[in-house]
């Protein structure tokens, strides 16, 4: 027989891991002060118990309620990650271990289990999973802005070095015709097909440019609500609104800035249609701009270091559509080059990566806000130069 | 008649002739070239243009430098100048908008059009 009394003085004085012995009926039958003070339970509550109230019912764990009985009276278990359930039903997880102890007669059997609480190494080893995934995506941000950099670089330090001499090219034809004037016609034929090439030279670069969003904006000071109305009869001359409704409120005498007129009609047909896709019979379209001073900061997007001041005066422009949402695996990828979820037949996905390029080149912000189910709101942040704010 | 006198600055020689033959076809203009800002510079205040036609990427001293003295100084301060570049700057252009209220052209740019170009900026400043 064990002395019972002798080994609960050690046990509570010595064993600093929560620890309980428990019979063959799988009765606890003893429990240490550490084992109390992990569950919240007294020693009354336990003794006698069967030891499944001390378990989890867990999905994440192999031993857990539901077959712990069955499971610590066949052998050793060593450092088997499991739950334990407290008093009140927070789970805690534990390294637990037990051993099958018999005494002279077979129905003698004792099991003494101990479970050591690992909830910090556990919450660290969270918190360092979400940190890499974290930085795993800042870095990929990074890559990928890097890699578009990279294009861009390369592609303006081209067009300086092809666009110089082109212009070379193209004012030596001018010169030769106007010496030349159309007198023989091989001759003048010769010159057109020189001038042609030397055009279509520069138009190849500047759609390099373009894609590498490094491409001259043509920017003058414009009324933005006009561009807005621009860019909604383009869209309406393009597609048949039976159900959907669109409701604007422009700002009257709204600052004008520099900006580039066709480029951003082009962000706002895109987005419009992103707003009229989304809504598969009916809804309703908001339009919405104005000005304000920013009450705080507001950073350029993906790391770009390009941001908002507070206190900085800008235009906004909202395209808000009570369409699907944006679920957030998607959100995501959004601003992915050829990114869609409109197969094949739908878009190319280059819509929102070509707004945000233009967005970027006036050094402006867009952002997405969106509930799936209910709907998204799409702004654009403009910057008002200084010499406006004065007027 | 007068002939209008251009001051072309460009850091590439074949690009100053070529636009100096050019404009000067037909008689109505008067053009002087540099190849650097310094001698830009000097020849604006001696040869007293009626517009400068100025490069941006130069090295040495940038368009943008030169720009920048051209309007410090009072021997050259009502001179328009019109900048020309290859590289296209968002910030720049507004800033060349809104300090100088001058043209920004982009390189390559062709005879008639510059020649078009130029002479809009003469006739706002009343210079025929
Ligand atoms: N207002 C919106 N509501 C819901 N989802 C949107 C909205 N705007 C964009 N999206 C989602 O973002 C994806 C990418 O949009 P984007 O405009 O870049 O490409 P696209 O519309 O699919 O094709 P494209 O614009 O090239 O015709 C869309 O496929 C869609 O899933
Ligand atoms: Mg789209």
Redesign the interface.
Known sequence: MLDVKNIKDSLNKFIIDPLMVVDGQKNICMVNEALRYLVGYKEEDLVGKKVEVIFADSEKSILKRSNVEKLIGTGTILNIESYYQTKDGREVPVLFSSSVMHGQDDSDTWIVCTARDISERKKVEEELRTAYEQIKEAQDQLVQAEKLNAIGLLA?GV??EV??P???????I??LQ?KFPGRKEDISNTFSMM?ES?KRA?SIVNTL?DFAK????E?KLEDINNILDGALELVKANIKFENINIETDKKKNIPHI?VDKNRLEQVFVNLIMNAVQAMSEKGKIFIRSYDKVLSEPKQGISGRDDYFKSGEKVLVVEITDTGEGIPPEVFKKLFNPFFTTKGLHGGSGIGLYVSRNIID???GLIEIQSTEGKGTKVSIFLRV?K?EEAE | MNRKKVLIIDDEESFCKLVKMNLELDESFKVETATDGKKGLELAKRFKPDVIILDIMMPKMSGFEVLEKIKKDPQTITIPVVMLSAKEDMDFQVKAAQLYDELYLIKPIDAPTLKAKIEEVLARRGIK
Not at chain 1, 166 to 172: F, K, N, S, T, V
Not at chain 1, 214 to 217: H, P, Q, R, Y
């Open positions: 303006s067009a300086h666009k110089n082109l212009g070379i090219i193209i004012q030596g001018n010169y106007a001038m030397a520069n440019l490094a491409k001259k904006l920017v520099f080149m006036h050094k130069p010499r």
